[in-house]
């Protein structure tokens, strides 16, 4: 039996004040925070006077929290938000985002200044609107995995592990990115909409006739997919489930087999999958119009020239790697993905039932490549718009099987979660003072 409509509102409800008090906590955190840190970019950049120091101790608390997540890489969204993207290397970020933070603040700022005849926005006007957005896309992400985790979930797990996986995305190790001005939770929001709107139309393809209504929400899921790539590059390895549905299909496509429901769904498929396809090549050729068509031969960068001429790759390579060029780079190996729907985690005698086991793709890949290159920051950012570990980590925590093997992992599962709040508490504090692994 599916968990009741009251039940449901309840537990949104619950999320609801989990979120506002963890975040409370986490903004406190912030408030108290000593000082602009031992980089003081954020400083300077809303404020060139020689008192600069000084003044921060006379700001408001709300200033003091829009200064103290004004860190690290929300400088470039924030600065971009406000005057667009000047220079190379601020292609390595998403554009999007601060382009969205810039016409909000822009309007919000305009109907001010109506009002009570305010100026232009400043840096920190900009960076509070991106703190807003970022706070909303966490909540409306988190309600978005609570009814993602209904829908793929077992029958018999709906009453709990939704609501567990949703409270362990409001505590994720990513704390303050999720809040400050980044893109780690738009992306979250977009990333797991997709997937809930292909999940349904998974369900829709196994419990009803073929309809249009299970192809508009497989073409939603690729526009979602995309735009999440838009946010984040890594949004493009959520194209993995579209390519293997498609997969699902080259049987019936070899036989030559296809009803008129199979070129359907394989079309609305192919679509979804160009979607998916476009966020990602539509800024890299934004930015080849930028910089190789608007200079003589001469002055083209040299990724210009390259066969696939991505700024993305090159402002990797060059700006954010190059410390690690002659760095020993071991190769990736590829892993057979399992076929079955149900996941069965060793040392647990009920197992994890996915009915859509290829969201896992994307978060297998990322695993994968997190293994060989990616800092932990890094993957502790990425790792918040995934919903396969929520789910695995819920499902321990709230088997109830009075077995020794299950007493064990719950135990593992809930010192698991004691080192998430405490992560997120140290890193929040970290982030605010701008000090590493932030």
């Known amino acids: 039996m599916t968990i009741s409509e009251t039940a449901v509102k309840g537990q949104k409800r619950q999320l609801i004040l989990i979120f506002c008090l963890w975040k409370a906590l986490l903004f406190s955190l912030a408030v108290f925070c000593p000082g602009p840190g031992y980089d003081t970019s954020a400083l300077m950049l809303v404020d060139s006077s020689t008192k600069r120091h000084k003044n921060f101790l006379s700001l408001s608390r709300t200033d003091r929290v829009t200064m103290n997540l004004l860190r690290w890489d929300a400088l470039y969204f924030a600065k971009a938000a406000e005057r667009g993207k000047v220079h190379e290397?601020?292609?390595?970020?998403?554009?999007?985002?601060?382009?969205?933070?810039?016409?909000?603040?822009?309007c919000k700022c305009a109907?001010?200044?109506?009002?009570?005849?305010?100026?232009?926005?400043?840096?920190r006007q900009y960076a509070?609107?991106?703190?807003?957005?970022?706070?909303?896309?966490?909540?409306?992400?988190?309600?978005?995995?609570?009814?993602?985790?209904?829908?793929?979930?077992?029958?018999?797990?709906?009453r709990l592990v939704p609501f567990v996986g949703a409270v362990l995305h409001i505590l994720t190790p990513a704390s303050l990115f999720l809040s400050a001005p980044y893109a780690e939770a738009l992306f979250s929001l977009l990333n797991f909409t997709g997937m809930l709107l292909y999940a349904q139309a998974r369900a829709l393809a196994a419990t009803q006739p073929p309809s249009f209504r299970e192809d508009i929400l497989k073409l939603g899921s690729g526009v979602l997919f995309g735009l999440a790539a838009l946010m984040r590059s890594n949004g493009l390895l959520s194209g993995l489930i579209i390519l293997y549905d498609l997969a699902r299909y080259l049987p019936h496509t070899i036989s030559k087999q296809l009803t008129v429901h199979d070129v359907r769904r394989t079309t609305s498929t192919i679509v979804a999958g160009c979607f998916v396809l476009l966020g990602f090549v539509w800024p890299q050729y934004l930015a080849y119009g930028e910089f190789c068509t608007r200079s003589t031969e001469l002055e083209f960068p040299p990724w210009c020239n390259r066969t696939i001429?991505?700024?993305?790759?090159w402002v990797q390579s060059r700006y954010c790697i190059q410390v690690l060029r002659n760095s020993f780079q071991p190769r990736l190996h590829g892993r057979s993905v399992p076929h079955s729907g149900t996941t069965v985690v060793p040392g647990i005698s009920q197992s994890v039932t996915n009915h859509v086991p290829e969201l896992a793709l994307p978060q297998l890949v990322?695993?994968?490549?997190?293994?060989?290159?990616?800092?932990?920051?890094?993957?502790?950012?990425?790792?918040?718009?995934y919903p396969t570990w929520y789910l695995m980590v819920a499902t321990w925590l709230t088997n109830e099987q009075p077995t020794s093997s299950i007493s064990k992992s719950r135990s593992r599962s809930q010192w698991v979660i004691r080192g998430m709040i405490m992560y997120g508490l140290v890193q929040g504090i970290l982030f605010s003072n701008f000090l590493p692994p932030a």
């Open 309 to 313: 001429p991505s700024i993305y790759s």
């Open 366 to 385: 990322l695993a994968l490549a997190a293994i060989t290159s990616f800092h932990v920051q890094i993957v502790n950012r990425i790792a918040s718009g």
């Open 128 to 158: 509070m609107v991106g703190i807003g957005t970022s706070t909303v896309c966490h909540l409306l992400s988190v309600l978005v995995l609570y009814r993602l985790l209904t829908v793929t979930a077992d029958s018999q797990q709906q």
């Open 111 to 123: 109907h001010v200044s109506d009002l009570f005849g305010d100026d232009v926005p400043d840096t």
């Open 89 to 106: 290397q601020e292609w390595a970020f998403s554009w999007v985002y601060p382009w969205l933070i810039g016409n909000a603040t822009r």
